[in-house]
Antibody
Framework: EVQLVESGGGLVQPGKSLRLSCAAS????????MHWVRQVPGKGLEWVSG????????GYADSVKGRFTISRDNAENSLYLQMNSLRPEDTASYYC???????????????WGRGTVVTVSS | QTVVTQEPSFSVSPGGTVTLTCGLN?????????PSWYQQTPGQAPRTLIY???TRSSGVPDRFSGSILGNKAALTITGAQADDESNYYC??????????FGGGTKLTVL
């Protein structure tokens, strides 16, 4: 069974950093691109970042570019999101999602984790 | 700035058919945008219904279908059921490894 389990969320002060992790199982991790998607409470989904199977292609939403860094460790079947200079508007549930193929572009995401909650507040 | 547009809300009668759309504030959506559709109920993770215009995700019943209608992507639900009452989101690929979600449609079945 394909499974994605996010971790690393919590309460953090504005301007601080946090690192999210996503542990993948049930599929050949390094065959697929991976993404992070977030959702502010009561609002819609926002694509945050995606990474190709070999980390060769990476994309970011304008709202996080320069502050967030996506990475993956194929040996550990893990996806990461390093979040720096956090702002209150980054408060959201963060979902890890598996793409249908190896490319960060062209291959949509179809499997989702349950999410981890990040709260940015003083 | 390109915005992905969806109807904020829609209603359908049980057993009825409804088509939700996903467009652009400027331009037309085609299959080159790889439109995909997701269903989400409050407190739950999204569930993938359709990806790449019209490919049904595993386990999704065939009463959910995707297409391009005119200048928009479309999600059609036939034989609507009470548990179809959810929020529905589309996402489009804009090139340069960038994806953008629409604002979502709240579907009511009544």
């Amino acid at each position: 069974e394909v499974q994605l389990v996010e971790s690393g969320g919590g309460l953090v002060q504005p301007g601080k950093s946090l690192r999210l992790s996503c542990a993948a199982s049930g599929f050949t991790f390094d065959d697929y691109a991976m993404h992070w998607v977030r959702q502010v409470p009561g609002k819609g989904l926002e694509w945050v970042s995606g990474i190709s199977w070999n980390s060769g292609k990476i994309g970011y939403a304008d709202s996080v570019k320069g502050r967030f860094t996506i990475s993956r460790d194929n040996a550990e079947n893990s996806l990461y999101l390093q979040m720096n200079s956090l702002r209150p508007e980054d408060t959201a549930s963060y979902y890890c999602a598996k793409a249908v193929g190896s490319r960060v572009g062209f291959d949509p995401f179809n499997i989702w984790g349950r999410g981890t909650v990040v709260t940015v507040s003083s | 700035q390109t915005v992905v547009t969806q109807e904020p809300s829609f209603s359908v009668s049980p057993g009825g058919t409804v088509t939700l759309t996903c467009g652009l504030n400027s331009g037309s959506v085609s299959s080159r945008y790889y439109p995909s559709w997701y269903q989400q109920t409050p407190g739950q993770a999204p569930r993938t219904l359709i990806y790449s215009t019209n490919t049904r995700s595993s386990g999704v019943p065939d009463r959910f279908s995707g297409s391009i209608l005119g200048n928009k992507a479309a999600l059609t639900i036939t034989g609507a059921q009470a548990d179809d009452e959810s929020n529905y989101y589309c996402v489009l690929y804009f090139g340069s490894d960038i994806w953008v979600f629409g604002g979502g449609t709240k579907l009511t079945v009544l």
